[in-house]
């Protein structure tokens, strides 16, 4: 991934964004919100080694699937709540914002609760033995 590309896409964006926020705010946010979800779906095309590798690495150390499933899961969760989040506050909404981000963490808390499940398992196991 070319670290220059997105910088440049980004800022072009944002420039473009500034100057028809003059005229037509409502476009303007939509040319962030655009913006954002491409840019996103290219940093996530360009992320399959990154899987390919935390797979293989799992394997070769017999990591339970579950936990890199968590792992994953929750950054993806995260990204769309920062997106999102962004794009809100960009909408001049941080309430709004606020509340997005609130929902993604409880999001990821919900996803490792049966982690949770197994850690307190682990701890009563340690304890009786």
């Given at each position: 991934m070319d670290m220059l590309h997105i910088a440049g896409i980004a800022v072009t964006v944002a420039s473009f964004a500034v100057l028809l926020r003059q005229y037509r705010k409502e476009y303007a946010m939509l040319l962030g919100l655009t913006a954002g979800v491409l840019l996103f779906g290219l940093i996530l095309s360009k992320a399959t080694p990154i899987f390919t590798e935390l797979n293989h690495l799992t394997t070769q150390a017999h990591i339970n699937k579950t936990y890199v499933s968590v792992l994953i899961k929750s950054l993806g969760i995260c990204f769309v709540t920062q997106l999102a989040a962004d794009t809100c506050r960009d909408a001049g909404e941080t309430a709004v914002a606020g509340?997005?981000?609130?929902?993604?963490?409880?999001?990821?808390?919900?996803?490792?609760?049966?982690?949770?499940?197994?850690?307190?398992?682990?701890?009563?196991?340690l304890l009786a033995g």
């Open positions: 509340k997005v981000e609130m929902a993604g963490k409880f999001a990821v808390l919900l996803i490792a609760l049966p982690l949770f499940g197994q850690v307190a398992e682990l701890a009563v196991g």
